[in-house]
C-alpha cells in the first residue's frame, strides 16, 4: 500500500482529496469504537480536506454515501483485501467529493435564489396562500416539484379549491413570480421565476480548486443577502421569508 508520506509529497494540487480517502480508509480498516465510526470517520476526511482550505469545506460526504450505501461498503471491503490495492477505492471516494462538492453548489445557490426571490418580490402584495405554497415549493428544495405545480397541487399545498387555485396561479404568473410550462392541455403547470438568480457553474478544474472556492464566495453572498432581506422586512407590513 502506497504511504501517507508518499501521497502527500507527490500528489501535488490533488493532495487534499487523496488524503481524505486515504485517511478515511484507514480509520475504518481500523474500526476503533462499538459505535460511530462511520460518522467519525466522514468527520476525518472531512477535516483533512479543510486542511489546506483553512476553512472548514462546505459539503456533505453522508448525503452522497446515503445515497449508495452498497458501493461504500463494497468498496471499503475491496480495500482492505491481503492485495491491498486501494487504486478502485480511491477512484469511487474521489467521486463522491466531487458530487458531494457539486450539490453543495447546487443547494447554496438554490438558497441565493430564495433569497434574491423574496427580496425581488417582497412588495408584490402576495396573498397568504401565495406565500405559503411558494414557501413549501423551496423548502422541496433543488430538486423538488421537477415537473411543475400544477392546481391540483396548488390545491393541496393550500387547501383551496380549484377556482381559487387557478386564480391565485394566474395572479402569480400576472406578476411574474411564476412562469408556465410548455404543453401539458389542460392540466397547466407553472414554476418558480428564478431567472437572473445565478446558475451554478459547471464543475471544471482541480478537485477542491474551483468548486470549494466557489462555495466560499456563495456562502459569503448568501449572508450578506439574507441580512438584507431580514432587515428590510422586519420594518415591513408585507410577508417575511422562512
Known sequence: MVGLNFVVKNCGRYR?????????????????????????????????????????????????????????????????????????????????????????????DFVLKKSKFWESYQNADLNERQVKAINKVFKAGPDGFEYGVSAKKYMGMTGCSKATATRDLGDLTDKGCLYRLDGGGRNVRYRLNLEGAGLAPDFKGNPGDHVLGSLSERATEWRSRRTDVETDNSSSQGFKPK
Do not use: C
Open 16 to 108: 487534499r482529496v487523496f488524503i481524505g480517502d486515504y485517511t478515511h480508509l484507514w480509520f475504518e480498516s481500523i474500526h476503533p469504537f462499538d459505535d460511530g465510526n462511520g460518522r467519525v470517520g466522514r468527520a476525518i476526511a472531512e477535516q483533512a480536506l479543510a486542511q489546506d482550505l483553512n476553512r472548514p469545506p462546505l459539503l456533505s460526504l453522508s448525503t452522497i454515501i446515503e445515497k449508495d450505501k452498497n458501493a461504500y461498503y463494497n468498496g471499503l471491503n475491496k480495500a482492505s483485501q491481503p492485495n491491498l490495492d486501494i487504486t478502485p477505492w480511491i477512484n469511487w471516494f474521489t467521486s463522491s467529493v466531487l458530487m458531494a462538492q457539486r450539490e453543495a453548489v447546487q443547494k447554496v
